[in-house]
């Protein structure tokens, strides 16, 4: 064996020089800040076959350099989502303070998924997931929960709760012919219809309940719905319901829809399906649950007061939730991976418990605290907690409240400003959220009063269609026409969440994810849509 090298390989690869990563490092953070004065990059160029053709690694071994270089081509320009004119989607800058958890979660490499290969890791899991228990169902006895690799595991974690709740033994048996099924709502996530496929329920037993106006499931459709599942034959296994849905902010009353399967499961006899809440993207309202309105310590407008006070009633009734979902990679402005499944009672998790006998490899596991007794996943990275917390601290409760507000006062400003214009129709004005989903028509149209009679039920489909395709239109005209140093970026949705008689209705979309964008965008906005028509 060439023992020079293999030197060489240790001193340059398994031997820490804080100089050289943190100069590395400085690279990367500067060739950062420099793309921040570039306009967002619409779609950059990929090239998937030159990708494919050249797939040669290096034979000799080489230093940090070549790591970098080896990256550094598809990192430059690529879009961070720093600037303020995203406006696209769910999609923002991850904090600063996430990125310090982040390194530090990187250093030690820590494995969740038992305390032995984590060392304090899952304790601060633990930590993070109980100021997030507490933040969400506004302080509860035994909550518990688990860092998850997104929103779509953390459902499938609520309905494999329902599932066996309803089914008992199913994680050993299987469904064995037990019909089952899950409702959400028409303006559900589709990550719904994925965990129903791969939990074996079967999307077709998936059921969507219609909404109503403000994008929230119709209650007295979801009370059908159950009573026809029952009448079958079927078990309902959960009930999942948005707060926040992607598109639109429709919020369901989860008090109520609680209160509808505790009524069900008594008249019927049977097992009370999981309540399980997709909060992917609405969880971040709760930061705004004990802002003291009398107080105003943060000095809040009047008007956002009132928005405070609506973010205040929207999340009550979470705490009637049995598990919630949320996506701290989404509107927490943090690093991917970071969602968290949470539990109002920690008993939930005997559900899901494997034995020590099933894996081996844990024999030490203790389920009290090692999730590898429950977890879906195996090794799991600790970035969730680590991001988690430290966002959580260094940026402050105050901190979270004011950016939240910001991000709703932006979103109802735009709302307010396109509600006046006459050939604008705002979709989600009663909704409260970071998004807004709207009609542009051309000028000289009556959007209010085209959408009175689409949502009333008086709008023939062919009349509808070519509605549709003149909002699309003009959607398409703005883009084609945008200056992109100036103009923010939106999206265009063919689907806001709701069927008015069956028309699906389309909308452009606009999210408040930077806390960088500012009154001027939205001015600027206002006008590519007035110079549009
Ligand atoms: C994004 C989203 C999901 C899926 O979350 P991932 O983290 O992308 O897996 C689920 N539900 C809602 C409402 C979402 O917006």
């Not at 619409?42 to 940090?64: F, S």
């Not at 195996?378 to 105050?398: D, E, H, K």
């Not at 998004?435 to 959007?447: D, E, I």
């Amino acid at each position: 064996m060439d023992q020079k090298l293999y030197g060489q390989i240790v001193d340059n690869f398994f031997t820490c020089s804080p100089e050289l990563i943190t100069a590395i490092f400085r690279e990367f953070l500067l060739a950062v800040q420099a793309e921040s004065s570039l306009p967002p990059s619409p779609r950059m160029a990929q090239n998937y076959e030159t990708a494919q053709a050249n797939p040669e690694i290096h034979v000799l071994p080489g230093n940090l350099k070549d790591a970098r270089d080896a990256v550094f081509p598809y990192f430059w320009g690529t879009d961070g989502w720093f600037s303020p004119l995203h406006l696209e989607n769910v999609k923002g800058p991850a904090n600063y303070a996430s990125l310090v958890g982040a390194l530090a979660c990187l250093l030690k490499n820590p494995n969740l998924c038992t305390d032995t290969y984590s060392q304090r890791s899952n304790e601060l899991e633990i930590k993070a997931v109980t100021a997030l228990a507490n933040l969400l169902f506004y302080h509860i006895e035994d909550p518990w929960g688990v860092f998850t690799m997104g929103g779509t595991i953390s459902n499938l974690y609520g309905a494999k709760l329902g599932i066996e709740k309803t089914c008992p033994g199913a994680m050993h048996n299987g469904l064995d012919g037990t019909g089952i099924a899950g409702i959400v709502s028409e303006a559900a996530h589709y990550s719904n219809l994925t965990l129903a496929g791969w939990l074996g329920l079967g999307t077709k037993n998936l059921h969507s309940i219609p909404t109503d106006e403000t994008f929230a499931m119709r209650l007295d459709l979801l009370e059908q719905k159950l009573e026809e599942l029952h009448a079958d034959g079927a078990r309902v296994a959960f009930v999942t319901a948005t707060l926040g849905t992607t598109d639109s902010s429709g919020i369901d009353d989860v008090a109520a829809i609680h209160g509808i399967l505790e009524s069900f499961a008594a008249r019927r006899g049977v097992t009370r399906p999981q309540l399980h809440v997709d909060a992917a993207v609405g969880w971040v309202l709760s930061f705004l649950a004990a802002y003291d309105a009398a107080q105003n310590e943060l000095g809040f407008s009047p008007s956002t007061l009132a928005l405070v006070q609506r973010a205040q009633r929207a999340t009550a009734g979470l705490r009637a939730a049995d598990s919630i979902t949320i996506d701290f990679h989404k509107m927490g402005w943090g690093h991917y991976p970071a969602s968290a499944f949470l539990v109002r009672s920690r008993q939930d998790l005997r559900y899901l418990s494997r034995s020590t006998e099933d894996m081996p490899y844990f024999s030490e596991a203790d389920g009290r605290r090692d999730p590898a007794v429950f977890t879906l996943e195996t090794s799991r990275p600790a970035f969730g907690p680590y991001t988690v917390m430290a966002s959580l601290n260094g940026i402050g409760l105050a901190g979270w409240q004011l950016l939240v507000a910001r991000a709703l006062e932006l979103a109802e400003d735009l709302k307010q400003r396109l509600e006046r214009l006459e050939y604008c129709k705002v979709l989600n004005l009663g909704a409260i959220g970071p998004s807004v989903v709207w009609w542009v028509l051309p000028k000289g149209r009556n959007a209010k009063e085209i959408y009175e009679r689409t949502v009333s039920g008086q709008m023939p489909e062919d009349k509808f269609s070519r509605y549709a395709a003149e909002i699309r239109r003009l959607f398409e005209k703005r883009e084609k026409n945008l200056d992109p140093r100036l103009d923010a970026r939106l999206s265009f949705t063919l689907n806001a969440g709701h069927k008015a008689h069956g028309l699906a209705l389309p909308a452009w979309k606009a999210v408040f994810f930077n806390p960088l964008t500012d009154g001027a965008v939205l001015d600027r906005l206002i006008y590519s849509i007035e110079e549009l028509l």
